[in-house]
């Protein structure tokens, strides 16, 4: 068996090209996960009590106005995304590996949701979903006459 280095790119010289190499093996520093298929995922909390179900998502970074949440045809979905902002600053970026993200994650309801009344909050980083459920409608007990 032969091993053999492989270099992507040439060495240049430069302090960036030196770092990105240095680092390019940590999957946490480059931002290539290890799992590329649970990128734009967020972790999901979803909890049933008697009268409504509650979902919980766990966003940190966004504002209240970059969430969608709609319901179509049974289907709730949620979204969110967050633009990187151009600032203009006098310093120079030697790196940057924090940048904002987008997800979207939906969810089928069954006919027991009333979907009129879903409330949504977004409190420290947790975006929670009430979705209440229908009252059922009990048909009394009724006597039939014979002809």
Not at 43 to 62: D, L, R
């Amino acid at each position: 068996m032969t091993l053999v280095k492989f270099n992507p790119r040439p060495f240049d010289g430069s302090f960036n090209n030196l770092v990105d190499d240095l680092f390019a093996s940590f999957p946490v520093f480059t931002g290539n996960e290890a799992n590329p298929e649970w990128k734009g995922i967020v972790p999901v909390n979803i909890s049933e009590t008697e009268k409504n179900y509650q979902i919980e998502i766990v966003a940190p970074g966004f504002e209240k106005a970059d969430f969608k949440v709609s319901v179509d045809d049974q289907i709730l979905t949620i979204s969110a995304e967050k633009k990187n902002e151009l600032k203009e600053e006098s310093k120079k970026q030697i790196r940057k590996e924090h940048s904002y993200r987008s997800f979207k994650r939906s969810f089928t309801l069954d006919e027991k949701t009333d979907v009129a009344g879903i409330d949504a909050k977004y409190v420290n980083g947790i975006l929670t979903l009430d979705l209440p459920k229908k009252e059922e409608v009990k048909i009394p007990a009724h006597q039939i006459s014979i002809q």
